[in-house]
């Protein structure tokens, strides 16, 4: 059975950081590219970070230089750290795990980040 099980969400003031955690099971972590999605109250999920099975990462420009996406195969955790927190990053962050061949998606169940004073 696969699991992808996300923790590190919270509530953090404006300027804050955090890192969320993504532990994966029930497949085999180094072939498949790991990605982060979020959705906001009232908006569409949206890819936040990508990190290819060779280490390549992509960010959505909104977060470029505040967060950083990594992957240690040996736990077969994904990683996501935010810095500089801001209200509008408020959402609930989806741990997504993706194969190309033969095309195969799984997600986790989310973690609730909210941005606040």
């Known amino acids: 059975q696969v699991q992808l099980v996300e923790s590190g969400g919270g509530l953090v003031q404006p300027g804050g950081s955090l890192r969320l955690s993504c532990a994966a099971s029930g497949i085999i972590f180094s072939m498949y590219s790991m990605g982060w999605y979020r959705q906001g109250p009232g908006k569409q999920r949206e890819l936040v970070a990508t990190i290819s099975t060779a280490g390549s990462s992509n960010y959505v420009h909104s977060v470029e230089g505040r967060f950083t996406i990594s992957r240690d195969n040996a736990k077969n955790t994904v990683y996501l750290q935010m810095n500089s927190l801001r209200p509008e990053d408020t959402a609930v962050y989806y741990c997504?795990?993706?194969?190309?061949?033969?095309?195969?998606?799984?997600w986790g169940q989310g973690t609730q980040v909210t941005v606040s004073s």
């Open positions: 997504h795990a993706y194969r190309e061949y033969p095309p195969t998606v799984y």
